[in-house]
């Protein structure tokens, strides 16, 4: 009987630990309007660096460290721009869509439950559209740390971010795509 009452204890402790996470991640998921950071990117084993600004909703812009190569998002197109090539697809048809979305998020991240990795972040699993998209959260400040997506080849991309800025002012200009300029 001792036994019994000690993992009903123990399973309710638990639970309270993933909604305290859960309601912090959402109140400071809630209080963001944009963010800046830089970024590692891993497709494949091809990594690649740089810098992201993201404003909510749906905006992004990336510039890669090497290969002058650009990433915008203005809510509706994503383009992808380099000295040699220049892709335009349609934003709701990637990942970035929905990791795009801070309203989405936050619905999704309310219905599900968080999974501890090695105590140190936690991650969300979002299953949308035949997409599945893993979000990563720092369990100790509970910002964003980056996701894990297939791209439109179905190659595994993982994305990681650092040195992150919240709110800061933003020039919307950067979020035009190079046909709209």
């Known amino acids: ?24 991640i959402i109140n400071k998921l809630e209080n963001i ?26 905006k992004m812009f990336c510039e890669y ?12 197109s994503l383009v992808i721009k380099s000295n040699l090539s220049y892709y335009r697809y349609a934003l709701n048809k990637t ?5 795009l979305d801070k309203n989405f998020l936050l619905k999704k991240i309310s219905e599900l439950n968080g ?3 090695n105590n140190s972040l936690i991650k969300y699993t979002i299953k949308e559209n035949n997409q599945l ?21 179905q190659n595994t991309a993982v994305t990681l971010l650092y040195s992150i800025k919240l709110n800061q002012v933003v020039d919307e200009k950067i979020f035009k795509t190079p046909l709209q300029n």
């Open 95 to 99: 990942p970035l869509n929905f990791i």
């Open 133 to 153: 998209i893993d979000i990563f959260f720092d369990i100790n400040n509970y910002e964003l740390i980056g996701w894990q997506t297939k791209d439109i080849y």
């Open 33 to 58: 309007s944009n963010l800046n950071f830089d970024f590692e990117q891993n497709i494949n084993g091809k990594i690649e660096l740089g810098n992201c600004t993201i404003l909510y909703p749906k």
């Open 65 to 76: 460290d090497k290969k002058n190569k650009v990433m915008v998002s203005n809510g509706k």
């Open 115 to 117: 999974e501890i990795i």
């Open 1 to 24: 009987m001792l036994k019994f009452i000690l993992l009903i204890f123990l399973f309710s402790l638990s639970n309270q630990v993933y909604a305290n996470n859960k309601n912090q």
